[in-house]
């Protein structure tokens, strides 16, 4: 930015426009894989769903391509692949099958 009277190192506030993304979701960069793809869980097997990135922020993304009720992997499995078993946990740890996240 550039203006008289402004100086290296003083804070701006600012308004600024941005575009709404419809059926989007916001998620945690580190679950991309491959640019474009991140883990899903089908039937206790781990698949890969082509997505659209639509934002990145240095943490987090927002995608678009998830079906609803879609269970999406809340985080990164080290060593993960597709077809690998795993089981799906609720918040509380235990072993639901109608979990929306899979560690």
Known sequence: MKGEGLKEGMYVEAQLEAK???????LSRKLL??????????????????IEPVYFSDKDMIV???????QVVSRPIPGAY??????????????????????
């Open 20 to 26: 709404e993304a419809p059926n989007a979701m916001k």
């Open 33 to 50: 894989v491959d640019e474009s793809e991140i883990f899903i869980v089908k039937d206790s097997i781990l698949d890969v769903l082509q």
């Open 64 to 70: 678009k391509g998830i079906p609803d009720g879609t």
């Open 82 to 103: 597709a077809g690998m078993l795993v089981k799906v946990y609720d918040e509380k740890g235990t072993n639901e099958n109608t979990s929306e996240t899979a560690e």
